[in-house]
Structures are given as structure tokens and as C-alpha cells.
């Protein structure tokens, strides 16, 4: 039909979106999605059968569906507009023009399905043991604030947790404390600073660098001050992440209650190490 492109239109126009550096085709050469299918279909096992109705979407392709809405801030309303407008996101998805997706009940549904199973806490860990597998080791952790525990080496998070804003962050850090980090050193902001933590750091053996804050009418010892003074240039890596899920991702919780919420600051985190890890193997690559 006059004015519909044909295949060599849509191939040309899929070449010219590579050849101008299509972020998400480098997402999908760095990052294996399958490494998500086994977890995502047990998650999906625990929820209701959709007796009657038609086959369910890929796993995979919803979860994907999910990246596409963290990286981009969608909300379920423009998600399925955009992947039928955006050339780029069909290939991301491995959809065609003519193919079928996921109308805004579906993708809720399947969000609701992850949070009911907490399926956003063994998906980050995968990806995390996916991480370290390919020689991405924690080393050393840093800059623990507003729950996330950043690799010094990598800038990768390894740890995370997300907690109602009224709660006291303090509490947090024995959550973030990574295992399986090969450093000791442990840098976080004064809300984290209490006997309680100082005692649980010592016991595990680890470098507290907590800020301490200045008490009331009383200067810190010079030894403190020039030790708080160094502390913020290691801290900030952590304000870094932050701001690029603010201001590159829009990072927006417009959800209610605790459980939904975390599995969008979830995937904005697993999101930030996606993108990090395609950061770190270009710098890899050679030229």
C-alpha cells in the first residue's frame, strides 16, 4: 500500500538508528536478559492462572517492558503508545510493527505479580552475581546514604534497600553491609552514626569512616574535622547515582505503600547497574 514502508525502509532506518549509537542496542549486546527468565517465571508461577484467556507475554519481554519504564520514566498509560511509535524500542523488545503488545492492564498486572512474589530483591542479585562472574568485584564498598552501597572500583551498587521516608535511615546499615566486599572501610553520612552501628561495624571487623556531626556550641577536634573533611569526596559517588536516576531516568515513586515503591527504586537501581555495566565494558573495549 502507497505510503507504508516496506522491509527495506524499516531495515534502513534500523541500521541508521545503530549506526547513530542506539543506547539500547548496546544494552541488549552487554546485559543477557535470560539470566532473568528462570526467577521471573517462578515469580509468576505464584500468582493467579489466567484460565481462558489468551497465552500470557514472554517473561522476559514484560521484564524488558519494565527496563523501558525506569530508563524512561513511563507510566503504564504512554508505555504501549511509545513502543508502538519508538522504532527503537521494538527491536529492544524483539517486536515487530505488526506485532501484538502489552496493553497498560497487562504491565501492571505483571509489576503487581513481582511485587506480591518480591521478585526485585533476587532479580538485583542475580544480575549482581552476573556482575562478579564477569570480574566486576566489590572493591572496596563506599558511600552508604539513602540505603545504597556503592563499589569503589566499579561504581557499581551491590547493595540496597528502600524504606518509608518517616523511617530513621541509621537503622539501614547493617542491610547495606556487603558479605562478600573485600575492603573494610565503610563511609556513610551522620545518619548513620550511632553506638549501635559503630559496635555492629567493629564487631564484623570493618573501618568505620561514619561523618560525625558537630555537637551544639562544642568544636570538633581538629583529628575529627580533618577526617570529615576528606570523607565527602569518597561519599559523593553515592549523590552521583542519585542524581542520574533524577535527572537521566526521572525517578518518580508514584506509587502507595512500601511494596510497590520498592520495586521502582528497584528497578531504577538494577537499571543504573545496567547502564554502569555498559559504561565500564566500552571503556574496556578497544578502540
Known amino acids: 500500500m502507497a505510503g507504508q514502508p516496506g522491509f527495506f525502509d524499516l531495515s534502513d532506518r534500523y541500521e541508521a538508528l545503530s549506526a547513530a549509537g542506539d543506547p539500547l542496542e548496546r544494552l541488549s549486546a552487554v546485559v543477557d536478559f535470560e539470566l532473568f527468565r528462570a526467577l521471573l517465571v517462578a515469580a509468576l508461577r505464584r500468582g493467579p492462572r489466567n484460565k481462558g484467556r489468551r497465552p500470557p507475554f514472554?517473561?522476559?519481554?514484560?521484564?524488558?517492558?519494565?527496563?523501558?519504564?525506569?530508563?524512561?520514566?513511563?507510566?503504564?498509560?504512554?508505555?504501549?503508545?511509545?513502543?508502538?511509535?519508538?522504532?527503537?524500542?521494538?527491536?529492544?523488545?524483539?517486536?515487530?510493527?505488526?506485532?501484538?503488545?502489552?496493553?497498560?492492564?497487562?504491565?501492571?498486572?505483571?509489576?503487581?505479580?513481582?511485587?506480591?512474589?518480591?521478585?526485585?530483591?533476587?532479580?538485583?542479585?542475580?544480575?549482581?552475581?552476573?556482575?562478579?562472574?564477569?570480574?566486576?568485584?566489590?572493591i572496596p564498598m563506599f558511600g552508604y546514604n539513602n540505603h545504597i552501597g556503592i563499589d569503589q572500583t566499579h561504581g557499581l551498587i551491590r547493595?540496597?534497600?528502600?524504606?518509608?521516608?518517616?523511617?530513621?535511615?541509621?537503622?539501614?546499615?547493617?542491610?547495606?553491609?556487603?558479605?562478600?566486599?573485600?575492603?573494610?572501610?565503610?563511609?556513610?553520612?551522620?545518619?548513620?552514626?550511632?553506638?549501635?552501628?559503630e559496635a555492629f561495624l567493629a564487631r564484623g571487623m570493618f573501618t568505620s569512616n561514619i561523618h560525625q556531626k558537630r555537637l551544639p556550641r562544642r568544636a570538633l577536634p581538629e583529628r575529627i574535622a580533618r577526617a570529615n573533611a576528606r570523607r565527602p569526596k569518597v561519599r559523593a559517588a553515592v549523590e552521583h547515582v542519585f542524581a542520574g536516576q533524577k535527572h537521566r531516568m526521572g525517578l518518580v515513586v508514584r506509587t502507595i505503600g512500601i511494596a510497590r515503591a520498592r520495586i521502582k527504586i528497584g528497578m531504577a537501581n538494577l537499571i543504573y547497574n545496567f547502564q554502569r555495566l555498559v559504561w565500564l565494558e566500552s571503556r574496556a573495549a578497544p578502540a
Open 58 to 138: 514472554d517473561p522476559v519481554l514484560m521484564f524488558k517492558i519494565l527496563v523501558l519504564q525506569a530508563l524512561y520514566s513511563l507510566s503504564d498509560e504512554a508505555t504501549e503508545f511509545q513502543i508502538k511509535d519508538r522504532l527503537s524500542f521494538q527491536p529492544f523488545l524483539g517486536v515487530g510493527l505488526e506485532g501484538t503488545v502489552p496493553d497498560v492492564t497487562t504491565v501492571w498486572l505483571f509489576r503487581e505479580r513481582l511485587v506480591k512474589a518480591k521478585a526485585i530483591d533476587r532479580l538485583f542479585a542475580r544480575f549482581d552475581a552476573a556482575l562478579k562472574d564477569r570480574g566486576y568485584l566489590a
Open 159 to 197: 547493595t540496597w534497600d528502600a524504606s518509608a521516608a518517616k523511617a530513621h535511615d541509621g537503622a539501614r546499615l547493617p542491610d547495606l553491609i556487603s558479605k562478600e566486599n573485600t575492603a573494610s572501610g565503610v563511609w556513610a553520612d551522620t545518619a548513620y552514626r550511632s553506638k549501635k552501628n
